[in-house]
């Protein structure tokens, strides 16, 4: 298998595409392989309660949106995800049923359309996904060096906060002892 490294580009836009379409009752995955030993994998994918697929493709270059790499469009709604640079360059070359998130807001809407596959092998295929990414997190030498991370930066946060609140408080003691200036004397 050939590992090849996403650019800070495509990492931006996929946190950006996260952000913007991760709420309860959507479950969603970054590259999906569809069918079994399919070929063809979409670059995020989202499935409602409700029952909506929706599938993006990211594109960071003008020579990606080109590239012999498949769109693979077979949600109820499909979308490129883009930088404004290239919206700015290509939009006239984007499908009418096919919108855009820039920035990770809706720069064009979607329009519905039937799935392009049976929906049992996309559900097969999320799940295969979202097992993957589940096994990465188990194998990992410590699967919740991240909470412990996020943990570390709220309590540096905290700190932080601290000690600028104690900061403005001696600023303010200063002052009221020796004067607006005092401590550029």
């Keep these: 298998?050939?590992?090849?490294?996403?650019?800070?580009?495509?990492?931006?836009?996929?946190?950006?595409?996260?952000?913007?379409?991760?709420?309860?009752?959507?479950?969603?995955?970054?590259?999906?392989?569809?069918?079994?030993?399919?070929?063809?994998?979409?670059?995020?994918?989202?499935?409602?309660?409700?029952?909506?697929?929706?599938?993006?493709?990211?594109?960071?270059?003008?020579?990606?949106?080109?590239?012999?790499?498949?769109?693979?469009?077979?949600?109820h709604y499909n979308y490129y995800v883009m930088p404004q640079e290239l919206y700015n360059e290509v939009k006239d070359e984007i499908p009418n049923y096919v919108g855009v998130y820039i920035d990770g807001q809706c720069e064009k809407r979607a329009k519905r359309q039937e799935l392009g596959i049976d929906e049992q092998i996309l559900k097969d295929s999320l799940i295969r996904s979202l097992y993957r990414e589940a096994e990465k997190i188990i194998k990992s030498d410590n699967p919740t060096e991240i909470?412990?991370?996020?943990?570390?930066?709220?309590?540096?946060?905290?700190?932080?906060d601290d000690y600028q609140r104690k900061y403005w408080e001696l600023m303010r003691i200063g002052q009221e002892k020796y004067g607006m200036r005092w401590y550029k004397k």
């Design 1 to 75: 298998m050939i590992f090849i490294a996403k650019t800070e580009l495509t990492l931006k836009l996929e946190r950006e595409i996260w952000e913007a379409t991760h709420r309860k009752g959507v479950f969603c995955c970054f590259e999906v392989t569809i069918g079994f030993w399919g070929k063809e994998r979409v670059d995020y994918i989202t499935y409602g309660t409700k029952g909506i697929w929706r599938c993006y493709e990211i594109k960071v270059s003008k020579s990606d949106f080109h590239s012999k790499a498949h769109n693979t469009f077979i949600g």
């Design 147 to 160: 909470e412990k991370l996020t943990r570390s930066k709220n309590r540096y946060k905290k700190d932080a």
